[in-house]
């Protein structure tokens, strides 16, 4: 039973580029949230999706940022022209049920660093 | 404002000592309180996750408190390993939405 997957694991790109970070969620879980982390900081939520629907983008950047979670296929969590500021690592979390209020366990991928040069 | 707030920031202790994390929060309004390991380069394992009726919960030799009361919360570790050696985040839940509020975490490193 494989567990969250994240590719690539690592990926660097030049400012103006695009990023786009992928998300398998573990099977069986229809929840899937991004959070980002800066070095030395804490994980910063950013969206959270259900297939087919983006529930909660609260912690999104308003611009360059998107994510998507097709019916079919892994969650993609694209960032458009890349700016120095974006170099972070971004964890992927996913679970069976919403995790709103409740003690639902999030299980995480092992994140991908993207640095831009 | 819905903050997390760890202490040490990080912290250094010899192979088979004991040790105490500390949290404090202030989220409201409160759902749960989960203490999370992480490893370099790694994404986060779950160690314990509380309610606000229980006081006390372990996980083998991590045991995790919550004082709801003070809004504070403690991570035991006894007779650390060199596998301990990682950083340890405090996340709480609000019970109002989705977001999981994440502290910046204490880093631990085990030295033989």
């Known amino acids: 039973n494989a567990g969250v997957m994240q590719n690539p694991r690592h990926l660097v790109r030049r400012r103006g580029q695009e990023a786009r970070l992928r998300c398998s969620p573990m099977k069986g879980h229809s929840h899937v949230y991004w959070y980002r982390q800066l070095p030395e900081e804490g994980l910063k939520f950013m969206v959270y999706l259900q297939k087919e629907n983006i529930i909660d983008e609260s912690g999104m950047p308003k611009e360059r940022f998107s994510a998507e979670f097709p019916k079919e296929g892994p969650s993609i969590l694209r960032i458009q022209q890349v700016v120095r500021g974006d170099s972070a690592a971004y964890f992927c979390?996913?679970?069976?049920?919403?995790?709103?209020?409740?003690?639902?366990?999030?299980?995480f991928g092992p994140g991908t660093r993207l640095t831009v040069l | 404002k819905n903050q997390v707030e760890q202490s040490p920031q990080s912290l250094i202790i010899l192979e088979g000592k004991n040790c105490t994390l500390q949290?404090?929060?202030?989220?409201?309004?409160?759902?749960?309180l989960r203490w999370y390991k992480q490893d370099t380069g790694r994404g986060p394992v779950s160690l314990t996750i509380m309610t606000f009726s229980e006081n006390t919960k372990s996980n083998g030799r991590y045991t995790a408190t919550l004082d709801a009361d003070t809004k504070q919360s403690s991570l035991h570790i006894t007779a650390s390993q060199l596998s301990d050696s990682a950083s340890y985040i405090c996340?709480?839940?609000?019970?109002?939405?989705?977001?999981?509020?994440w502290g910046a975490g204490t880093k631990l490193i085990i030295k033989p």
């Open positions: 949290c404090n929060y202030t989220v409201s309004p409160f759902s749960n």
């Open positions: 996340v709480v839940s609000a019970d109002s939405n989705y977001q999981l509020i």
């Open positions: 979390a996913s679970s069976h049920v919403a995790q709103r209020g409740g003690q639902n366990e999030q299980f």
